[in-house]
């Protein structure tokens, strides 16, 4: 199996401070993971810098998509503290989606991966959905081409979404359409915050 990745949008929303939002995931939701799971192997949360939501995003590189179906990962979410199964159904938004790691531009010398002494200071995600007939590696070749000449690029991966769920109460009694999300999932990174053109 390939390399995995999860994405983890989220959104306190009216009914969760943001006081307990932070405390919740810091002190209890990533140590679970990345303090007890060998398979976690970096680990990075960003707020958005500009005013759209899910206003909260956590990237984790996984070293084997079949860590999404081991007992050791999966008993995490099926025996929830009595405090984080409270919180995690009052949030606004909770989508979260397991992915297979498909390609990546390359680390860079001004900025590295999540877990280096240099991470990346920002971020850029955007979901692709390929037109009739289009290869992701065609539109992954264009796009880097493109992105060679933007100011503060840094890198760009590309992920398959394998599985994904949504839950909260933006979500709530809303149809399977709104479970739906895009096959393919784009990550880049930058160095400085300017706006950026999603190709």
């Given at each position: 199996?390939g ?25 209890e ?12 192997l ?25 860590t ?13 503290s009595?405090r ?67 100011k ?48």
């Amino acid at each position: 199996m390939g390399l995995g990745f999860l994405v983890v949008f989220s959104e306190p929303g009216s009914q969760v401070s943001l006081e307990e939002f932070q405390d919740w995931y810091n002190n209890e939701h990533v140590p679970l993971r990345m303090n007890h799971l060998s398979s976690f192997l970096t680990g990075a949360r960003f707020s958005a810098a500009d005013s759209l939501k899910p206003s909260w995003l956590a990237l984790y590189d996984i070293d084997d998509t079949s860590t999404f179906q081991h007992e050791s990962y999966t008993r995490l979410r099926a025996n929830r503290s009595p405090r984080e199964g409270d919180l995690v159904i009052r949030l606004e938004v909770l989508d979260r989606r397991t992915c297979e790691a498909l390609t990546d531009s390359g680390e860079s010398m001004i900025t590295s991966s999540l877990a280096s002494s240099n991470p990346t200071q920002f971020v850029v995600t955007h979901d692709v959905d390929l037109p009739g007939g289009q290869k992701i590696d065609d539109w992954i070749e264009s796009t880097l081409q493109q992105l060679r000449s933007v100011k503060g690029w840094v890198r760009t991966r590309t992920f398959e979404c394998i599985d994904n769920l949504k839950t909260g109460a933006a979500v709530a009694g809303k149809g399977s359409e709104e479970q739906s999300v895009s096959k393919y999932l784009v990550l880049h990174g930058k160095r400085v915050l300017c706006h950026v053109c999603i190709l």
